[in-house]
């Protein structure tokens, strides 16, 4: 069951600090300090992803994206 369908079945709100429908900033922050002030409020969590990172990732835990058949795309 998901959150969304126990925060329906159980009449819940979400709670004040769930914002990820919010997060429209897309871009590479990878490698920028996100205690700036200047930064983007809400970046998308693919922003964080560097391409040498997700390439490391996917080298290192190449036998388990295999075995459990987990998606090579960030997200799927």
């Known amino acids: 069951m998901t959150i969304r ?6 009449n819940l ?3 004040w600090h769930h914002q990820s429908d919010k997060r429209s900033h897309e871009g590479n922050y990878a490698d920028v300090d996100i205690t700036d002030p200047l930064f983007p409020r809400l ?16 080298c290192i835990f190449h036998q388990d994206f295999k075995m459990y058949k987990y998606s090579s795309v960030l997200g799927n």
């Open 5 to 10: 369908a126990l925060e329906m079945k159980y």
């Open 13 to 15: 709100t979400k709670s």
């Open 43 to 58: 970046p998308t969590y693919k922003s964080f992803y560097a391409n040498e990172c997700l390439q490391l990732v996917h």
